[in-house]
């Protein structure tokens, strides 16, 4: 079965270190991955996205991802995170084949950023 | 900008009560979703739609149904609701024939039943 694994519910960053959060998937053939980002009460924002080429894709307010096909993973990242990166991330992947019925979420992981 | 437009933010509905769900997105896209939001289940797809008046399931279409009569709103019915109904539902769309581009969320609407 086709899945996105995030297999972290929560990290726990200090303002100013790096941050990563992680995701691997299960889908055949190359898949389109995306980053997005949740607010309190919010909507979902789109953070980045991996189409094809360079593997390290920049996004949204300084995050970027890195594409490893060999491990099928997506990991975020940021330099130095931010207070304000406080949020809920959740990566997503579309396989090539399918509808877009087929966008696959991960269950999400909870980024706090301490002082 | 796109924008996608769930008109009620928060609601309180009662067992057995029918509740209605609406989105509007004013930018032609053909392709409108419902998902369900659960802590730790990440979004689950509820049904979506592909045209006016097309709809086929999506991973959690039980207890729900949909309406999309005009090309810019889709509504999920809860027609008798239940207290295992109780989320968060995101409504979005995407355009037909790009299929890089992301999705665009509405804000979300907060339903609880009891």
């Known amino acids: 079965a086709q899945s996105v694994a995030q297999p972290e519910d929560q990290v726990n960053v200090a303002e100013g270190n790096p941050l990563t959060v992680k995701c691997t998937y299960s889908?055949?053939?190359?898949?389109?991955l995306f980053w997005y980002v949740q607010y309190p009460n919010r909507g979902l924002q789109f953070l980045l996205k991996?189409?094809?080429?360079?593997?390290l894709v920049k996004g949204s307010y300084g995050f970027e991802a890195e594409f490893n096909k060999s491990q099928t993973s997506f990991h975020l990242k940021k330099p130095s995170a931010l207070v304000s990166d406080s949020a809920l991330y959740f990566c997503?992947?579309?396989?090539?084949?399918?509808?877009?019925?087929?966008?696959?979420f991960g269950a999400g992981t909870r980024l706090a950023v301490h002082p | 900008d796109v924008k996608v437009t769930q008109s009620s933010r928060y609601l309180v509905k009662r067992t057995g009560e029918k509740v209605f769900l609406e989105c509007v997105q004013d930018m032609d896209h053909e392709n409108m979703f419902w998902y369900r939001q659960d802590p730790g289940l990440g979004l689950r797809l509820i049904y979506f739609s592909y045209d006016v008046k097309m709809k086929e399931k999506g991973d959690i279409p039980e207890g729900y149904s949909v309406s999309r009569e005009k090309k810019e709103r889709f509504s999920l019915i809860l027609e008798s609701a239940s207290t295992n109904q109780t989320s968060m539902y995101l409504c979005a769309s995407i355009p037909s024939g790009l299929v890089t581009t992301y999705i665009y969320f509405g804000e979300g609407s907060w339903l609880t039943v009891v």
């Open positions: 997503a992947v579309r396989p090539q084949s399918g509808g877009y019925n087929k966008l696959i």
């Open positions: 889908v055949s053939g190359n898949p389109y």
């Open positions: 991996y189409i094809t080429g360079d593997n």
